[in-house]
């Protein structure tokens, strides 16, 4: 199964923000979307995810349109984090987190069980008890990171997960950078299907089995990192002069501008 954006485009405001665009992202894999400013990556995270409606096409979830799936069934499917969150109401870390549990009826106990675990997983453990208003940017974006992990935290029967996050390392230092794509990566392993927007080439690169760039409302390139990495995509989707080596560790490509 799999989360497919089919021919979509965008028309708002008198402009193309999206324009024919089909993608697919699969379970299991990881796929990463970049490209420059206003090119359009977080309007495509939101047709995904049927915050907007395209004006042409249509997005499948699990091979039903996506419009099609119950509120809290699509909930249990498909969690989402946005580039922002509004949310300014002094909830602790718990409560903010057990927000996640809402489409599922587990019950207080094994919700409690999984929001522990969420927070442990993104080193955010001792923010538990305190209030969201009162943390950091960091440490907000760890706890919303939480809360759409708890959200698909089981497996369900109504079919295959997916997340999708939009900036999710922006405010992370160096160490929870890392943690977030060990967790985006340990969750492909576990069959789920991510889709994230990276602005980070060398972290896209990274974590990505499938890399898409996004330029100018259209893909302008997309497959394995190897693949689309080059000096002359760099160049004309970036305007940055770049050379293209390989990580010693990783053997990913590794962007040097």
């Excluded at 602005?199 to 760039?213: E, F, G, P, T, W």
Aim: glycine residues 6%; negative net charge; aromatic residues 4%.
């Amino acid at each position: 199964m799999s989360l497919v954006a089919d021919n979509i485009s965008l028309h708002l405001a008198g402009f193309d923000l999206l324009r024919n665009i089909s993608l697919e992202v699969e379970t299991g894999k990881v796929t990463a979307i970049v490209g420059p400013n206003g090119a359009g990556k977080s309007s495509l995270l939101k047709v995904l995810t049927g915050e907007m409606a395209a004006t042409k096409g249509q997005v499948y979830l699990n091979n039903r349109l996506l419009q099609h799936w119950p509120l809290l069934d699509k909930a249990q499917l498909l969690a989402v984090l946005p580039q922002h969150t509004m949310l300014n109401f002094p909830f602790t870390a718990d409560e903010v987190v057990g927000l996640g549990r809402i489409p599922h009826n587990t019950g207080l106990s094994k919700d409690r069980e999984i929001i522990t675990e969420a927070l442990d997983l993104v080193d955010a453990s001792y923010l538990q008890k305190r209030l969201y208003t009162q943390m950091s940017g960091g440490e907000r974006q760890r706890v919303q990171l939480a809360r759409v992990l708890a959200q698909i935290w089981q497996a369900s029967h109504l079919g295959d997960q997916f997340l999708v996050l939009d900036e999710p390392t922006s405010a992370f230092d160096l160490s929870h950078q890392k943690l977030t794509l060990d967790i985006v990566r340990q969750l492909a392993d576990k069959s789920v299907g991510v889709v994230m927007v990276v602005h980070d080439l060398n972290l896209a690169a990274r974590c990505a089995d499938n890399l898409v760039v996004i330029d100018a409302g259209v893909i302008a390139a997309q497959g394995s990192p190897e693949a689309v990495l080059t000096e002359a995509l760099i160049d004309k989707v970036f305007g940055v002069k770049s050379i293209i080596a390989q990580h010693p560790e990783t053997k990913r490509p590794l962007v040097i501008t």
